[in-house]
Structure formats: C-alpha cells, structure tokens
C-alpha cells in the first residue's frame, strides 16, 4: 500500500537559513510519482513539483531543490536562504500507476516557520 | 488561479443537515478528486471520478457520497452531518496521465463549518 511520512511536524528557521523538509515514501509500484504542494496561511493547496520515479535527476527551481533518492525511498526537498514568506504547511504526496488507481496519498504535512 | 473553481467558499450548517459542495474541473480535465482537511487529519483522499466514473475510493464514509456529471463538474453530498465533519474540502482536477505531464490542480477549498 502507498504511504507517504513526513516525520518533522513543524520546524523553526531563522530567515536566510536553509531548510530541508523530509519525505519517505512506500509503494509496491515500480512506476509512480512524487509531488510537493505549499499550503500557505491562506489555505490554497499551490504545487511546487511533480517527479516521475524513473527520473531520478535532481531538480533546482531557484531557492527550492529537490533530492530524488530511490535507494531510500526519500523526496526531501530544500529551501535555500529561506524568506518568511516561505513559511507555510508543506506537503509530500505520491501516486502509483498509470490509468489505473492513481488517487494522489499525502503526508501528513510539515509546518514550516520562517523567523525574520 | 489554478482553474479549478469550488463552491460555496464557506458553508455553516446544522448537525443532521445535508449540503452538497460543487467542484468545476480545469478545462479538459477528466479526473476529479475529493479530500478532507481536518486538523488532525491532514488531508485524507476521499474519493476520485475519471469522466464520469468512480476510479478510486478512500476512507470515505457512508454518509458520503460524490458523483461526476456528463460536463464534467462534480459534487459531493455529505448527510446527516456531525460536528467531527467540520473541515475544509478540496476538489482537484488533473488531465489524463502520462509520463511527461499533468498534476493536480486543486481548488481554494470549501470550509465546512457544523454546528
């Protein structure tokens, strides 16, 4: 069965810190995709990324990267030189398959604090 | 705006009532998605259509039920309310699958309050 851990609930930075948010994932698919959604105060759901499992390329998206690791069934994901406006809820997500069952499973979320 | 439109923004009912939230999908999505965000839940998957048809079930209780219509847009009824069912419903919609497209888009949610 799918299942995605986010084990840090929340998480306190000073501004300008770097940060990395962890996510560990469990499928049984060898095909399937992770994501990374931003909830901010306002209480939208934005998405920041998707990663298809057969793409273990890294991904750099100005202060956010990605690290893709297989090996350890790990999507962790980075802010670097973080800002307050990057405090929100951050969410890992997966889905398996294609054209089949490929609801989307989320974590439980990490509560990200950016202190000025 | 992720193109996905939900209705009503805010809704406050009685115990026992029923209410039934809308979702209108991103043009040319197929797929529609209903989760529940409590706060002690996070957000748990509730139930997914692909044009039209149920595709995929979560923990979705019997009072719960959602279908998808020939337009495309959905609804998802909740009965016989209780106070535990306070929360905020998110719709998404995603284009069909594959391996170099798509993710979900998701609507600015429907907070439900019970009292």
């Known amino acids: 069965a799918q299942k995605v851990t986010q084990a840090q609930t929340e998480i306190s930075v000073v501004e300008k810190e770097d940060v990395t948010l962890d996510c560990v994932y469990e499928t049984r698919d060898t095909t399937y995709y992770l994501f990374w959604y931003k909830q901010p105060p306002s209480g939208e759901l934005v998405f920041l990324i998707r990663r298809n499992s057969f793409d273990e390329q890294n991904e750099i998206s100005g202060r956010y990267s990605w690290n893709f690791q297989k090996s350890t069934s790990s999507f962790n994901f980075t802010i670097t030189a973080s800002q307050v406006v990057d405090s929100a809820v951050y969410f890992c997500?997966?889905?398996?398959?294609?054209?089949?069952?490929?609801?989307?499973?989320f974590g439980k979320g990490t509560r990200l604090h950016i202190l000025p | 705006d992720s193109g996905v439109t939900q209705t009503p923004k805010h809704l406050i009912t009685a115990t026992g009532q029923r209410v039934t939230l809308r979702c209108s999908p991103r043009s040319g999505d197929l797929s529609v998605y209903w989760y529940q965000q409590s706060l002690d839940q996070g957000l748990q998957f509730l139930i997914q259509?692909?044009?039209?048809?149920?595709?995929a079930k979560g923990n979705i209780l019997e009072r719960f039920s959602a279908q998808q219509f020939p337009d495309l847009h959905s609804e998802l009824n909740l009965s016989s309310l209780e106070l535990g069912d306070s929360a905020l419903y998110f719709c998404?919609?995603?284009?069909?699958?594959?391996?170099?497209?798509?993710?979900?888009?998701f609507g600015q949610g429907t907070r439900l309050t019970v009292v």
């Open positions: 998404a919609s995603s284009a069909i699958w594959d391996r170099g497209n798509t993710e979900a888009f």
């Open positions: 997500a997966l889905s398996e398959g294609l054209y089949r069952d490929d609801k989307i499973i």
């Open positions: 259509y692909y044009n039209g048809e149920e595709r």
